[in-house]
T-cell receptor, first 112, second 116 residues
Framework: QKEVEQNSGPLSVPEGAIASLNCTYSDRGSQSFFWYRQYSGKSPELIMFIYSNGDKEDGRFTAQLNKASQYVSLLIRDSQPSDSATYLCAVISPDSNYQLIWGAGTKLIIKP | GAVVSQHPSRVICKSGTSVKIECRSLDFQATTMFWYRQFPKQSLMLMATSNEGSKATYEQGVEKDKFLINHASLTLSTLTVTSAHPEDSSFYIC????????????FGPGTRLTVT
């Protein structure tokens, strides 16, 4: 059973600070890594995807991938109350028949 | 770019009736479309994967005769819940990938189904 693990939280971060969300995965052959944001009662929204080791930056968001340690993280700089949501990590591997394997999500709360 | 729409956003139906949900990719051609179900405070559960013009592949435990999927074109997939029962009440979400499986999926806004 391929697994993706996330701390369920809630993770509370003061407004303006950096929020750091982490995700570990069990399948060393995983190839594609995604971060989605889901507001309560809404569908997931793709925030970042990363395929190669290292960092990928997009605005206030940075995804970090470390395949040797089998973790992927998402940093949110200058956190805003509107960033409060559940962040879902998803991974694709050949062994999952290329389907997304989802983490349970981390609830992030940005406190004004 | 990469916008996916769903219709209807909410539907209430009586037990025993059928409901059709449409999923459209508005600004790209979707090689593959996916259907998910999500119960309150639970994770997304993949129901099926479909490619245009071919039969959908259902996940284990999902009844293909109850959840009919038609992927008629590169921009449209439909999910029909047949003979709906209260336990089918859930949040149904489609997603689409323009480059096929193994790549990023873009999600529709979801359809909240309530069966009375």
């Amino acid at each position: 059973q391929k697994e993706v693990e996330q701390n369920s939280g809630p993770l509370s971060v003061p407004e303006g600070a950096i929020a750091s969300l982490n995700c570990t995965y069990s399948d060393r052959g995983s190839q594609s890594f995604f971060w989605y944001r889901q507001y309560s009662g809404k569908s997931p929204e793709l925030i970042m995807f990363i395929y190669s080791n290292g960092d990928k930056e997009d605005g206030r968001f940075t995804a970090q991938l470390n395949k040797a340690s089998q973790y992927v993280s998402l940093l949110i700089r200058d956190s805003q109350p509107s960033d409060s949501a559940t962040y879902l990590c998803a991974v694709i591997s050949p062994d999952s028949n290329y389907q997304l394997i989802w983490g349970a999500g981390t609830k992030l709360i940005i406190k004004p | 770019g990469a916008v996916v729409s769903q219709h209807p956003s909410r539907v209430i139906c009586k037990s025993g009736t059928s409901v059709k949900i449409e999923c459209r990719s508005l600004d790209f051609q979707a090689t593959t479309m996916f259907w998910y179900r999500q119960f309150p405070k639970q994770s997304l559960m993949l129901m099926a994967t479909s490619n245009e013009g071919s039969k959908a592949t259902y996940e284990q435990g999902v009844e293909k005769d109850k959840f009919l999927i038609n992927h008629a074109s590169l921009t449209l997939s439909t999910l029909t819940v047949t003979s709906a029962h209260p336990e089918d009440s859930s949040f149904y979400i489609c997603s689409a990938s323009q480059t096929g499986i193994g790549y990023e999926q873009y999600f529709g806004p979801g359809t909240r189904l309530t069966v009375t």
